[in-house]
């Protein structure tokens, strides 16, 4: 059974800070990785997915790689903003492209 | 902008009540999820579908039920609500393809069971 875990459970950066969020998964038999912002309350956003064919996709300040082999994602934060608080999930597209498994998320909070 | 919608965002309800959480999108994404996620805790999957008249269940038991009648809507029913059903549901969509399945949520139902 796919498990996704994702380390810090919690961070907390004053603004500005680059910051590297990461993310493992236990079965490499993947489609792909996605990677996801919920505010407090809400649904959730998507940010960037990554075919496993992929090593990294980027958007705005926002970076993901992903290294299927060793079960391994990042998503890292340029130049950190006080928007940009809110909980980061990682979620992989098991084999058979059935359904995601996700992580317990990453709580971000950037304080100004 | 994703175009997928639930309704009530909010609802209280007392035990045994019967309730049916609403979710329709407007992009005809043949794949559709409900997920169960209880405040600061993981998500869990709890059904999904395929297309019309296709529903499975997922990783987490839940007695809820759901229905495919049309590709844009797939309501989550609760026959007889507790206060263990208390959590925030949240409904998704994706194209069926292994290539350009970015799933895209509602913003959620919270549901109080009191």
């Known amino acids: 059974k796919q498990e996704v875990t994702q380390i810090p459970a919690a961070l907390s950066v004053p603004e500005g800070e680059n910051l590297v969020l990461n993310c493992s998964f236990t079965?490499?038999?993947?489609?792909?990785l996605q990677w996801f912002r919920q505010d407090p309350g809400k649904g959730l956003t998507s940010l960037l997915l990554i075919q496993s064919s992929q090593r990294e996709q980027t958007s705005g300040r926002l970076n993901a790689s992903l290294d299927k082999s060793s079960g391994r994602s990042t998503l890292y934060i340029a130049a950190s903003q006080p928007g940009d608080s809110a909980t980061y999930l990682c979620a992989v597209l098991n084999s058979g492209y059935s359904t995601l498994t996700f992580g317990k998320g990453t709580m971000l909070l950037v304080s100004p | 902008e994703a175009d997928i919608y639930q309704t009530p965002r909010y609802l209280v309800i007392g035990t045994g009540k019967k309730i049916t959480l609403e979710c329709s999108q407007t992009m005809g994404h043949d794949k559709m999820y409900w997920y169960q996620q209880d405040p600061g805790m993981e998500l869990h999957l709890i059904h999904y579908s395929y297309g019309v008249n296709s529903t499975e269940k997922g990783d987490l038991s839940s007695e809820s039920t759901v229905s495919r009648i049309r590709t844009e809507h797939f309501p989550l029913t609760l026959e007889s609500a507790r206060p263990s059903h208390t959590s925030q549901y949240l409904c998704a969509s994706s194209k069926d393809s292994p290539t350009r399945n970015t799933i895209y949520f509602g913003e959620g139902s919270w549901l109080t069971v009191v």
């Open positions: 079965d490499s038999a993947i489609y792909n």
